[in-house]
Every structure is written in C-alpha cells, then in structure tokens.
C-alpha cells in the first residue's frame, strides 16, 4: 500500500479509535487531522532538515487538504512516516475533549522528537 | 608510406590501407583495415600492449595531409589533426586546435558510468546425485547481495546506511560526494601528464575542463614558458610582452578532480580507496549536530582515518603507482613470550 496522505490520516484515525461510524461524525474531522500533520511537517523541517534535502530546502513547505490531496505521495522518506503518524495522534489527543487521553498525547508527542532527533539504538 | 588521419562527421572517401579517421561525433578513431577479403573501418580501441622497443619519431607527412607518428617524444611541428602513438606510456595523442590553443589531447574513448544491475537469473534445477550418489546440498551463495565485488557508490551509499540507522539517502549522497571531492582535490590521486605547444601570437593555454567529467584542480609542474602566470583552475597565460611571434612548447602536469558524483572514478580507485571514501563520509555523517547519529568521537576517529588514507593515496601516485604498500609489524605474539 503506498504510503499517502490520505493513508496516514487513515491510519491516524485508526489509532484514535475515531474511525467513522455508520451514523454520526467522527470526533475529529479530516481538517483537523490533516492541519496536524502540516503542523508535524513544519517540525520535521526544523528538527531534520537533511529529511527534505531532495524536496528541496528552499522549497516551502507543503501544505495538505483534504480531500484533494488524499492520494499525494509521502513527501519525504519512509522512515519519517512512523513518527509523523505519533505526532497526528498525539496532537489530536492534547485537544480538550471527553474521551482526550492527556498522557497518551505527552507520549505520542514525546516519542515524535525521541525517534527525530534520539540515537535509540 | 605515412598514413592520413582525417577529422571529420562522415568517413572520407577512397581510403588507403592503414588511414585512420577520427569521428568527431562519436569521438571514436576507426582505422581502414583490410582483413584479406573486404576493407571496412574498425575502431582503434588504443590499449595499451607490451611496450616495445623505442623507435625514432616518424616523419611529418607532406603539407596538409595528417601524421600518424609513433616514438618517445612527440613529432615537432604537428598539423591540427596529427596523432601521436607514445612509445613509452603506450598513450595515443592527437593534436588538437581548440580555437584557442593547440595541444596534445588523449584519443581515448572514455567508459560511460556502470549501469545498474541486471536482475538476478532464474534459479537453476537441484542437483540430484550424480554417478557418485547423492552430495549434500550445497548452500546457496549469496552472489546477489550487492556489495560482494569492488566498491562503487551503491556500495558506498549501502555501507554508510548500514553503520548509521536514521540517516536519510540524500544525505548520505551528498556527504559522498564530498569525500570523494575532498580525497582527490587532497591526495591529487588523478594526474595527467601533458605535452603543449603554444603557437605564434597566442597567449593562453586552458587545460579546464579536461573531459565531461573530470575539471583540472591544481598544477603540479610545468615547463616551457619563462613568463607564466597560473589562473586556477586550469589555465596558463604567457605574461612575456610583446606576445612572442614564435612557437612555444612544453610539458605540464595536472591533477584533476571530478566535476560531479557520476563521474566514472576507475576500478583502481574503488578497489584501493573504497574505505578511505567510506571513512570521509561517515566522519562528516558524525560530525553533523542534532540529529540520532551525531558522534563527535566517532567523527574525529573517522576523520583520521580518511585523512590517513589521503596521505597514502598521495605517496601512493607521487612515487608513480609503484609502493610495495604500507609498512607493517610482524604479529608481536610470533616471537614466543619473553
């Protein structure tokens, strides 16, 4: 399955346990999630900008919606995509909400930066 | 009877036996040969055989007509197209007219960068016992796993992500290329050893770019001229004034460095200096700040060993491709206890 916008969000959904139901809305909708995943692009780029050496590290940043850019490719290798699915979710958890798991959130987060930036072998 | 060389986009017409004609599209030189039953051009591949007893240097050909000229220094007075076959290096020249200057060049056709591997092959039928009975299976050896031959920059590239999890290609890439600028541009590994001529009224030589892939970096020795100025990379100006009206001639040595990642670098080059490569680029992997990798030690440990491996590179061509190789102790534990 290649690795796409859309798939991440999918997948991101899956880990909230937010997936949509027969009847009603999900707690977060695509926006939301994929505003997160703009928000985990900007801090790849900041903390691993070598990830962006082929996009090109003059180049902005993209910025995603959806449903048009569901089927848009990945942008950056496959080893950042683990990291940017626990930064979707865990910031999604930070949002005040009843069924919001702070701790999770601070550990989704946290494991972000670690798998960034942390030699974890 | 001196045979013609001709330059040319077509072949010429009515050849003689032995006339050689170089294609300026292709860069090929072709030689009319008659095999006994029909002529045809087949390419000059300029291999280098067993060097053979010296000879004296062949006769200029008639006026307007192309000199093909074998012996140990090159023909005086060569036309733009003259070739030249050095009896000692086994080399062929050719005496090129740039616009500028005129110089010899290499006629070699240069090997264009390795392509990818094929796919690997179907597997072959088990052995089933022969007239001797049945033989164990025999493990099946691991000839597709890349990196098994002499090194080349997949290799290098696989080596440096083995060692450095969480690294990302293009940096790898980019951190290569540089190790591999820094080792020839240091150690000047590749050099080039030139013979030029200078006409009447020109001023300048410029050697830079030597070929598609290869720019000139530095001037290691030159002769001929008692005015020169240098004008890096690649370029000589007579500074006597007037300019001189008569012929000047000489001989340079140059190193070169590679212009960009796919130039072809040799065999050589990737059999004997593949770790010193690999060390150059996983030290400024290492020294990079910030990232899961970053190991200022391991940097500083791999640096030197690049280092090393520059300064033996450079001994390596200073004394001509000829050592006997680095120097080593007899294992301490062969001598018995004391």
Known sequence: MARTVGVLIAEARQLLNDEVPISG??????????????????????????????????????????????NKEFPIEDQFYSPLLFYVVGRSELT???????????TLMSKFAAMLLKHTG | MASTTTIGDTPPVSPAVGDAWWDSVEGQLYVWFNDGTSSQWVPASNQPGAAGPSGPAGVPGPTGQSVVAIGDVPPANPQPGDTWWDGISGQLYIWVDDGTSQQWVIAVNQLGPEGPPGPRGPKGDSYSGGPGGPLLPTPELASDLPGLCNGSL????????????????????????????????????????????????????????????????????FRGLSKPKFEPPGRVRDLSYPIPDTTRSGEVILALRPDCIDAPLGDDAWAMWFDTFLAGTLSRLFMQPGKPYSDAQMGKLQALMFRHGVVQARAHVQSGYITEGVSWSFPYYAGGRQ
């Open chain 1, 25 to 70: 809305l999900p707690r977060y909708a695509d926006d939301e999630l994929v505003a997160a995943l703009n928000e985990g692009l900007l801090q790849v780029r900041s903390k691993r900008p070598d990830a962006w050496l082929r996009y090109g590290l003059r180049t902005a940043t993209p910025v995603y919606a959806l449903p048009a850019d569901a």
């Open chain 1, 96 to 106: 005040e909400d009843t069924f919001a798991d702070d701790g999770r959130a601070v």
């Open chain 2, 154 to 221: 997949e290799t290098l590239y696989d080596q440096v992500q083995l060692q450095i999890p969480g690294v990302t290609t293009d940096n790898v890439k980019l951190q290569a290329w540089r190790a591999i600028f820094s080792f020839y541009t240091s150690s000047t590994y590749r050099r080039e050893h030139v013979f030029w001529r200078m006409d009447p009224g020109v001023a300048t030589l410029s050697f830079d770019p030597w070929d598609a892939h290869w720019r000139v970096c530095r001037f290691l020795g």
